[in-house]
C-alpha cells in the first residue's frame, strides 16, 4: 500500500503545580514533532471463508518536521513512524467491486532527530488500533486494487531523550503523563491473490 499519513494528538503531557491545584497539564502535541508525510505498507496474510481476509502488516511512514520544535537543535530532520501488527478486513463482493472494512491492532514507535545529535523516541503499547473504510475492486483472480481511508489512535507509553552531549533523559516525570494520539490516512493498496479468486 501507499498513502499520506496526517499524525495528531498529543505525545504527552507535561504536569506541573498550580497555586490553586496540585497540578495542570499541557499536552506536547505530535504537531510540535512531526507534519504529515508519505507511507508505505506490507501485507501479508490469507483468505478466509471468501470474504474475509487476516493478515499481518508493517507501515513505513516518513514525516516531515515538526510545528514547534522543527528549527531546534540546528534542524530538525524528518521523523520517522512504524506501525507493526494484524488486521482483520471484510469485502461485501471479494470477486467483483464491493465495500471494504478492515481493522488492525499493534503497536506504533516515533522517532525524530535533529542536525545536532538530538533524538526523541517515542514507544507506544500494544494496543494501537485503526479502522478503515473502503473499496474492493478486482481487475483479475490475482489483482485487486483497494482505495481506502483510515482511522487510528493510541497511546505512547514511553518517551526518551538522547541529547547531543550524551546525556538521556525521560520525557515523564512524577506530574507528567501519557497523552492519546491520533492518525487520519488515505491509502491505495495493490493486493495480489496468490491462488486467485475462484467460485
Known amino acids: ?10 505525545l504527552w503531557m507535561d504536569g506541573y503545580v498550580t497555586d490553586r491545584y496540585c497540578c495542570d497539564y499541557a499536552n506536547r502535541n505530535w504537531s510540535d514533532f512531526a507534519s504529515s508525510g508519505p507511507t508505505i505498507e506490507l501485507d501479508v496474510g490469507a483468505r478466509l471463508a471468501r470474504s474475509y481476509t487476516v493478515f499481518g502488516f508493517w507501515e513505513l511512514a516518513s514525516l516531515g518536521t515538526g510545528d514547534t520544535l522543527g528549527g531546534e537543535f540546528g534542524g530538525q530532520n524528518r521523523g520517522v513512524s512504524h506501525h507493526i501488527g494484524a488486521g482483520l478486513r471484510f469485502s461485501t463482493n471479494p470477486d467483483d467491486i464491493g465495500m471494504l472494512v478492515e481493522v488492525g491492532l499493534g503497536y506504533r514507535r516515533f522517532d525524530a532527530s535533529w542536525k545536532n545529535g538530538t533524538e526523541l523516541a517515542a514507544r507506544d503499547g500494544l494496543l494501537n488500533t485503526r479502522i478503515g473504510l473502503g473499496m ?3 481487475f483479475s483472480p490475482q489483482f ?10 493510541g497511546s505512547f ?3 526518551e531523550w538522547a541529547f547531543a552531549d550524551g546525556s538521556k533523559g525521560g520525557a515523564f516525570s512524577e506530574l507528567s503523563r501519557a497523552g492519546q494520539h ?5 491509502q491505495v493498496g495493490a493486493h495480489f491473490d496468490w491462488l486467485g479468486s475462484q467460485d
Open 1 to 10: 500500500r501507499a498513502g499520506w499519513l496526517f499524525p495528531s494528538g498529543s
Open 136 to 138: 474492493n475492486i478486482r
Open 144 to 153: 485487486v486494487l483497494s482505495p481506502m481511508a483510515m482511522l487510528g489512535g
Open 157 to 159: 507509553e514511553k518517551i
Open 182 to 186: 491520533t492518525t487520519a490516512s488515505l
